[in-house]
């Protein structure tokens, strides 16, 4: 199969630039709601860690 085939092969790349990526999406919804996600952050590593703790404890 050749490329002229698949027509729509060649407008996908021009498509996908038009759209920013989740991650830029992703890093910009942090910035704007700065606080909000450093607690979050901050509560998913006391969780993290509390159970990893508890883990360590049950299978001393």
Same mark, same amino acid.
């Given at each position: 199969?050749? /490329?002229?085939?698949?027509?729509e092969?060649?407008? %996908?790349?021009a498509?996908?630039? #038009? ?5 830029? +999406? @992703? /890093? ?6 700065r606080? %909000?996600?450093?607690?979050?952050? #901050? ?5 993290? +860690? @509390? ?10």
């Amino acid at each position: 199969m050749t /490329m002229s085939d698949h027509p729509e092969a060649e407008s %996908t790349p021009a498509a996908t630039e #038009a759209k920013p990526s989740y991650i830029k +999406l @992703a /890093m910009r919804n942090m910035v704007s709601k700065r606080g %909000t996600s450093l607690q979050h952050f #901050a509560l998913t590593t006391m969780g993290l +860690l @509390a159970v990893l703790v508890g883990l360590a404890y049950l299978t001393r």
